[in-house]
């Protein structure tokens, strides 16, 4: 009971204290609310760019692998790459022929051309060599028009898929199925528009400037015949199947095909989206501990501020605390009325710095990537901020709770 009492005695008073001294209290969580605000937005932001991730990667699919000639991460220099063979149709055609009825293979070929429709021109353009099996190991589909077809594979037929910024750059508002336009200098058919997918990712690839084509007259066309090309190999993982046992199981296909001995390592790579997110959260996991360690500075000169105004606060109400004292009051009391001054001017601090912070998030989830403020990291900032306060206001609190009564009423 008498806890309560000292506990609601002493958020009155600082509560008071607050109010008669306004401007030293905004002034004082100004520091707060700086420091709130570095924390909160880098922790938004890197939620932020895990978001872009996983957005601009979900079509490589979680349940497809893919057999390339070297792997997507690679730490450190590994010159014996360059010795390895290229994947090539004839590999993918061995490892369609062994998976049939199981799984889907998915051979491509990968290339830039410029592309150019009239007198308008985009430089530098994805232009990829893949099968009507695409759709089957990618969650991207045409938002109009159709997607490739077994027969433009078999017979070669010049005929295009567009991204969304290669539709908007070359052919602006007009519909552009139908027409005609140059990969290079060869002309081909519009027969599909893709949904737009958004701009690429730390280098990741950029879908809407990509060109799909048969994969046979990337081949044809661009001088790739022969099996000379490196091929990457996409194959959707069994439904039925485990991921981790049909990735074994492709290892050792890949080793027949390629005619290895037991005592020889693999001479290709076996890919995945697992190891772009356990690279990136390895990467991205360094820079948020920097990027904290850094912003966390500000929050802990903020702390320092509010130590040094409560010390001063102390000195300025000597007197106030040898009365309270004289008539009663225990250390508990005055201890708590000041801890209470300093968590209250953090925690108003904390509040105005989400709502800052909150500004912030709307204006680099319109912008720059999708982006929220979750309810973890508000209730952080919250928890943080009247931590900050409690630990700042003890010394100050301490030494007014020490206070020898008879020499705090003498002090003028």
Not at 45 to 50: E, S
Not at 119 to 146: A, C, M
Not at 335 to 344: C, G, K, P
Request: proline fraction near 4%; include cysteine; glycine fraction near 10%.
């Amino acid at each position: 009971m008498k806890l309560s009492l000292d506990l609601s005695e002493s958020f009155k008073i600082a509560i008071g204290a607050l109010a008669a001294n306004k401007s030293r209290g905004g002034l004082t969580a100004l520091g707060i609310i700086i420091g709130i605000v570095a924390v909160i937005t880098t922790m938004t932001a890197a939620n932020g760019l895990q978001n872009t991730f996983k957005q601009t990667f979900a079509s490589v699919g979680s349940d497809v692998i893919y057999v390339s000639q070297r792997p997507w991460v690679q730490m450190g220099p590994d010159f014996s790459l360059n010795n390895r063979p290229q994947i090539t149709l004839a590999v993918s055609d061995a490892l369609t022929e062994k998976l049939r009825g199981r799984a889907v293979v998915n051979p491509s070929l990968g290339g830039q051309q410029n592309v150019k429709y009239e007198t308008k021109q985009i430089d530098d353009i994805n232009i990829v060599g893949t099968t009507d099996k695409q759709v089957l190991v990618s969650s991207r589909v045409p938002k109009t028009g159709r997607f490739l077809m077994p027969f433009d594979v078999q017979y070669k037929r010049r005929v295009a898929v567009i991204g969304y910024d290669v539709a908007d750059g070359l052919f602006g508002k007009s519909d552009p199925l139908g027409k005609q336009f140059k990969v290079g200098r060869y002309d081909f058919t519009v027969i599909g528009v893709m949904e737009k997918e958004g701009g690429s990712f730390f280098g990741g690839p950029n879908f809407d400037r990509q060109v799909h084509i048969p994969i046979s007259t990337f081949a044809k066309t661009f001088g790739t015949s022969g099996g000379r090309a490196s091929v990457n190999v996409a194959i959707r993982t069994p439904a039925n199947e485990k991921p981790e046992d049909f990735e074994f199981e492709t290892i050792g296909l890949m080793r027949s095909i390629r005619g290895l001995k037991p005592i020889e390592k693999d001479d290709f790579s076996i890919n995945k989206l697992d190891t772009l997110l356990a690279a990136y959260n390895s990467t991205m996991g360094v820079v948020v501990l920097v990027g904290l360690a850094i912003t966390s500075i500000s929050l802990f000169v903020g702390g320092v501020g509010v130590m040094n105004i409560m010390l001063v606060s102390v000195t300025e109400r000597t007197k106030e605390i040898g009365i309270r004292k004289a008539i009663g009051a225990k250390r508990r009391s005055i201890l708590l009325q000041f801890l209470f001054e300093s968590s209250l001017i953090c925690l108003a601090g904390g509040m105005l710095g989400l709502l800052i912070s909150a500004g912030i998030t709307a204006v680099i989830n319109a912008k720059l990537m999708p982006a929220s403020l979750s309810p973890f990291i508000v209730v952080v900032a919250l928890v943080v901020s009247v931590l900050v306060g409690v630990v700042s206001g003890m010394i100050p609190a301490w030494r007014g709770a020490r206070l020898d009564p008879i020499e705090a009423l003498r002090y003028e």
